[in-house]
């Protein structure tokens, strides 16, 4: 079945998503009867193209590689000019899913959340790798969804394409999910990885991590726990019912964490990680962020450089722990292909 | 939506899953839309009963716990001498959903196969957590299942109720495997975790977990790698396409290793598993069951204790690890209930 895709947003992500339906176009139609034709894109800094037919993804790709703009690509077209606000290319692009890979905005969610309203209300289902909507306006986006008779989804803002929210939806369906604890970000996991194996002291490791790229020039929403903060509260909102907001969660980064203290803890057996935590308790939901010592023995502690894990405290299973990317091009990128895939299952079987 | 269901065998798996049923009866109702009536049970042991209307489970679960046959069950039932053999029931009683739950013969099968081609052909969907009929005639059932419109699905077989089919089949479809490495036998993987954290000899690990009831009187089985070959079995056939049989798998298991074995490893920074495996080359499908020394950044090497954990190496998504319960009642209870509700989902969207 053939898919009309609208992609707002295309940098990392978009590219990868994009790479993916170029590299498995042929699985993709054969295995999960799922042939993706990319409509329209919109960038911020890279322009807009739309094409009612379909765009040729190797024409595209090419001429992002060579730093060209959208609004260059050669092929059946519409005029750009008509579409300059994504606002306006969402309401008038006739579509079955929309992408949104901008950029996250953890304090207002936009322009993300009035774009992924706006394909909601013109009937396309909406799938989201940006935290910013999904951290500020879960409930509403998905009752908005519901209200359509379309789908929200969310599987890469928390661990890129590992599955989460396909996790807890089909094989853990059935489960009261008492706790969901884990490590939600690679770069202070990478840090704190080579504080204890190099024996780095903090400012080293963390000008390695800068220098891999792990680590933005400013670190502050990795190391003083921000970016896991939106994640605890998307997990804590759309998995466990709650309604928090991120200023919520109880947080406590790990840049006052020294040598010392983690060798101090291996000595005793234990391992630092920064945690993430969200509890239930009766009605009440509680998160936090914070750095905690672990034993050995515990599935988080054996998670090592920029690698993400979760934990699932269920009342049928026990505990249930996931384990992979929390980041990376590609990775993130079949987050996306993921949800639409789960959108297109959903489909066919009506 | 309502389902009629067959339980055939009510041992552990299938008064856990009646527990479950019991227990989360209006949850399932209410977030599911998933009501199961259980209209017929049989049992080598604890004796039938067949009620089209519907079994009471309460109270057929305390007459289980007296001890008593199902064929006291006191309620609306038919008379139970019109089927003494389960292909019979299997044949004449009108249902959505056959749970076969019977004990594993991994020589044969049987009489689980059997059981189990009966319903698909009076068109019934099968759920089973046998390890017998999945291991050597999986693409057959899966086949007849096929024609017959039905599903056949399989998910407590490898992990118990832990999602390995659910995984692959929703968060990460879309993925090639290349690889999948795991921790599949509780018993050995507790024996080695003794032998290494408590200093404990072979034997003695053994007889400690023969006396918590992890390990059998003969545990053959388990130590020598037989039942990890049946799970590695099902894993190659049903996940990467693979047509193997048990006696291909090269096979070795842990009785020849000494405490000293486990120390001096541990010493180099390594830790003995038990390691299931199955890799594809090309088209060609390779599986062994071997006791192997993995590095302690291996996610496979903080697996402790009863656990079980399987490692999914992907092309989008590098390597996905998931970790959790690999046997129990209500977990292998639950995975039976997670098929169930994988049929009603799809069944609902129809």
């Known amino acids: 079945m053939e898919y009309r895709i609208i992609l707002i947003g295309c940098g990392t992500v978009g590219q990868g998503l994009l790479e993916i339906f170029d590299r498995k176009a042929e699985q993709l139609r054969d295995q999960h009867d799922f042939e993706p034709k990319v409509v329209a894109i919109t960038d911020k800094l890279k322009g ?18 060579e730093g060209k703009k959208l609004n260059d690509y050669d092929g059946p077209r519409l005029k750009v000019e008509d579409f300059l606000d994504p ?21 207002t969610g936009e322009p993300a959340t009035s774009y992924i309203k706006k394909a909601l209300r013109t009937g396309k289902h909406v799938v989201t790798s940006n935290k910013g909507p999904a951290a500020l306006h879960y409930h509403e986006l998905k009752e908005l969804a519901n209200l359509n008779q379309r789908q929200f989804r969310i599987e890469g803002t928390v661990m890129s394409g590992t599955p989460v929210f396909h996790l807890v939806e089909n094989g853990l369906a059935g489960n009261d ?5 884990g490590i939600l970000n690679g770069t202070t996991n990478f840090i704190l990885s080579k504080m204890e194996t190099d024996g780095m002291e903090y400012d080293e490791a963390l000008k ?9 020039a400013d670190p502050t929403a990795d190391v003083e726990g921000f970016d896991a903060v939106a994640k605890v509260v998307i997990l804590a909102n759309a998995l466990m019912g709650g309604k928090i907001k991120p200023d919520e969660v109880k947080r406590q980064g790990i840049s006052a964490l020294r040598k010392k203290d983690i060798l101090e803890a291996k000595a005793a057996g234990l391992r630092y990680k920064l945690i993430a935590k969200v509890k239930k308790d009766g009605s009440r939901i509680e998160a936090s962020v914070s750095p905690e010592k672990l034993p050995f023995s515990d599935p988080l502690a054996g998670v090592m450089g920029a690698q993400n894990a979760l934990t699932f405290d269920t009342d049928l299973m026990g505990k249930v722990t996931i384990q992979g990317a929390g980041a990376g091009r590609i990775e993130t990128g079949f987050s996306i292909l993921s949800d639409m895939l789960a959108i297109s299952r959903g489909e066919k079987k009506k």
Do not use: C, F, H, W
């Open 87 to 107: 606002l306006d290319l969402i309401e008038q692009v006739e579509a079955d899913i929309m992408a949104e890979m901008t950029y996250t905005d953890i304090k």
């Open 208 to 216: 390695l991590a800068q220098e891999l790229g792990y680590a933005e």
């Open 48 to 65: 807009s193209v739309v094409a009612p037919d379909g765009l040729n993804i190797k024409k595209v790709l090419s001429l992002l590689k």
């Open 177 to 181: 999910i008492r706790e969901i604890r």
